[in-house]
């Protein structure tokens, strides 16, 4: 099993958002990153790392045909929603940009890592109260578990940088 660091952040934001998840989808010919369910909404999610790296690779990504037809591969299998969103979920550091306006202007939305570590230890944080010895729930994962630290840590007023 190959760990993708990027996809297991994505996924822990979506479930702390309260969708159910499911990684590395059979969708026709291609797999999608992540597909998740929350009421009468779904998200069809891709990750990149790198977006605008592999520039044959993410031309078609950022186009609303890549994601139709991903979704086309998809509802053979699953039973979606009438409201569906496409997303990439990108590593703000390393990627370009102009991939991401052009994401966009396709009606694509783009959540960047930045974005996803943000909202996840704010939302850690409202779980934690230190004076009434209030922990929050269990953070499974290593990544969640890291976040929860990192939102104990701005609890406690030794964290600024977000």
């Known amino acids: 099993v190959e760990y993708e660091p990027l996809e297991t952040l994505a996924r822990i934001y979506l479930e702390k958002e309260g969708y159910l998840i499911l990684t590395n989808v059979p969708a026709g010919r291609k797999e ?9 909404e779904a998200i069809l999610g891709e990750c990149r790392s790198n977006l605008g ?11 609303r045909r890549y994601f139709e037809d991903l979704r086309s591969g998809i509802e053979g299998r699953y039973s ?3 409201r569906v969103r496409y997303v990439i979920f990108y590593r703000e550091a390393t990627s ?3 991939y991401v306006k052009r994401a966009n202007d396709e009606k694509i939305e783009t959540v960047s890592t930045y974005d996803m570590i943000k909202r996840i230890i704010d939302r850690w944080e409202d779980e934690i109260d230190l004076k009434r010895r209030i922990w929050g729930g269990r953070a499974i994962e290593p990544i969640d578990w890291v976040l929860k630290e990192l939102a104990f840590l701005k609890e406690q007023g030794k964290l600024h940088i977000i």
């Open 80 to 82: 979606l929603p009438s």
């Open 53 to 63: 790296c592999d520039k044959r690779k993410d031309e078609k990504l950022v186009t």
């Open 32 to 40: 999608l990153d992540i597909l998740a369910m929350r009421g009468d």
């Open 96 to 98: 370009s940009g102009e």
